[in-house]
T-cell receptor, first 113, second 112 residues
Framework: DQQVKQNSPSLSVQEGRISILNCDYT??????FLWYKKYPAEGPTFLIS?????DKNEDGRFTVFLNKSAKHLSLHIVPSQPGDSAVYFC????????????FGTGTSLTVIP | NAGVTQTPKFQVLKTGQSMTLQCAQD?????MYWYRQDPGMGLRLIYY???????DKGEVPNGYNVSRLNKREFSLRLESAAPSQTSVYFC???????????FGSGTQLSVL
């Protein structure tokens, strides 16, 4: 059963606008969350992370928001650029009780120039 | 910097054949992982090695074996390939357990 879900397989956004990618999880033990970006024929690369003691983490154009009560996190990209076009994966782990990250199925973002 | 290097990049096997996917990292990381990516399934953990000398099963270990040869190298072996093992395989490493992962560029495997 998928413990981390990305319900939007794809998203298209105009250059310069905000991109919002969503991720939901079911396991209340998850306390560390990461976002990865993947270009075709390449491996995923780390983008940004957040631990459950925070509700927001920012790195340049990228901000991740965590809503623990809703078991929901989102990645905001502002402003979106054509080079941001890629597949984005969220991942979660229960750092105190587990040994692995659980990945969502990914959202393909297209930024239109 | 090479980071995580996987070989081969592409492989076609016939059902029942065996092969080993090789992975090496040059970041002095303690933990290494093998994932597979299938359409609509995200990345699923096959096996991991939290530290040199240890290996453990992930979500989907059946049909695979691993060897942590030394701190740098972690190989994945398919003893008798099946069409269900057609996938893209990624090796990853992290400084310690459950730190952010660094991925290789992947191996596209087709089993006919």
């Amino acid at each position: 059963d998928q413990q981390v879900k990305q319900n939007s397989p794809s998203l298209s956004v105009q250059e310069g606008r905000i991109s919002i990618l969503n991720c939901d999880y079911t396991n209340s033990m998850f306390d560390y969350f990461l976002w990865y970006k993947k270009y075709p024929a390449e491996g995923p690369t780390f983008l940004i992370s957040i631990s459950s003691i925070k509700d927001k983490n920012e790195d340049g154009r990228f901000t991740v928001f965590l809503n623990k009560s809703a078991k929901h996190l989102s990645l905001h990209i502002v402003p979106s650029q054509p080079g941001d076009s890629a597949v984005y994966f969220c991942a979660a782990s229960p750092t105190n009780t587990g040994n692995q990250f659980y990945f969502g199925t990914g959202t393909s973002l297209t930024v239109i120039p | 910097n090479a980071g995580v290097t996987q070989t081969p990049k592409f492989q076609v096997l016939k059902t029942g054949q065996s092969m080993t996917l090789q992975c090496a990292q040059d970041m002095n990381h303690n933990s290494m992982y093998w994932y597979r990516q299938d359409p609509g399934m995200g990345l699923r953990l096959i096996y991991y090695s939290a530290s040199e000398g240890t290996t453990d099963k992930g979500e989907v270990p059946n049909g695979y074996n691993v060897s942590r040869l030394n701190k740098r190298e972690f190989s994945l072996r398919l003893e008798s390939a099946a069409p269900s093992q057609t996938s893209v395989y990624f090796c990853a490493s992290s400084e310690t357990r459950l730190e952010k992962l660094f991925f290789g560029s992947g191996t596209q495997l087709s089993v006919l």
